[in-house]
């Protein structure tokens, strides 16, 4: 039998990479895997059984701050064989080699994993989903985000989020530009919302405002845009806020996840503002 072999992702990967994706029930798509990659070519790593791709661990940088650990996937025909750990390892190597802080996203099953390997929990995080209800329209003051506002939605976002994201941001409106909104007042920024197409369930966010009321009219005027059949939003517990909003549009509680770290958290943003993550793979 062929030894398991490492090395970088490439594109060539992705049919492999979506199988995976399949096996575990998760919400990306073959976009997604291209966004990854495009993030950090160099930080993007598989796991090879012959030809066949039998795990994945993706990583995205956040400037000289911090990066994100996330896609450890591995082949169901081959879990318990120390596959998934050696990917994670991978990953935490190259961004400490860039002396990042590690951050990722953990189920409860995952975390007992990683508690052996330095990580530290910071807060609790959770997915809320809601399935096709109707909402009031109404005339929204929430403007379409466009690239050229980019530049000023990053100074402020950074401050909020930790560190600038605008590779991210910039992606969310490469391929969907028509779910990108902001709210200002003033010239005042109060808040904004991106979404992407997933396998499984529309996903919103991130999703970041000065208050619930910002914060309001921006899923408003996205749920009211979109109508989604189903839809997935991961919110943070320091934001009391979000569940509140959430539920009070129909929105129930899936599954817990916890954010954790390895190293000095010196740049932990404002969750407390945050009412929607980007996903558990974009921090």
């Known amino acids: ?20 994706r399949e096996q575990a029930g998760w919400n990306q798509t ?12 160099r930080g993007c790593f598989v796991a090879i059984l012959g030809e066949r791709v039998v795990g994945t661990v993706c990583t995205i940088p956040y400037e000289d701050r911090f990066g994100w650990v996330a896609m450890v996937i591995v082949d169901r025909e081959h879990r318990r064989e120390g596959i998934g750990r050696t990917l994670l390892l991978m990953g935490i190597e190259h961004l400490e080699s860039r002396g990042l802080t590690v951050k990722l996203d953990a189920t409860p099953q995952g975390k007992q994993l990683y508690d052996t390997l330095g990580f530290q929990d910071e807060y609790g995080a959770a997915r809320y989903e809601r399935h096709a209800e109707s909402l009031p329209g109404g005339t929204s003051p929430a403007e379409r985000l466009r690239a050229s ?8 976002d950074r401050m909020i989020f930790g560190a600038s994201r605008l590779p991210v941001l ?6 969907f530009p028509q779910f990108a909104f ?6 005042t920024i109060r808040g904004y919302l991106m979404g992407r197409e997933g396998s499984h369930a529309f996903h919103i966010g991130p999703w970041v405002a000065e208050d619930p009321q910002s914060a309001r009219c921006l ?13 997935f939003v991961d919110i943070l517990h320091p934001n009391p806020y979000a569940t509140v909003l959430l539920e009070s549009r129909g929105f129930r509680p899936q599954r817990p996840f916890i954010r954790m770290f390895r190293g000095a958290n010196r740049f932990p943003g404002m969750p407390e503002r945050i009412y929607g993550m980007s996903g558990p793979e974009l921090g």
């Open 1 to 20: 039998m062929p030894s398991i072999a490492y090395r970088l992702m490439n594109e060539a990967d992705f049919p492999d990479c979506q199988r995976l």
């Open 219 to 231: 899923l408003d005027t996205l749920l009211d845009f979109r109508k989604p059949e189903r839809v």
């Open 182 to 187: 902001w709210l200002r007042e003033q010239g």
């Open 170 to 175: 910039q992606s969310y409106l490469d391929y």
């Open 30 to 41: 073959l976009t997604d895997w291209k966004r990854f990659l495009s993030f950090n070519p």
């Open 149 to 156: 506002d980019l530049d000023q939605l990053n100074e402020w």
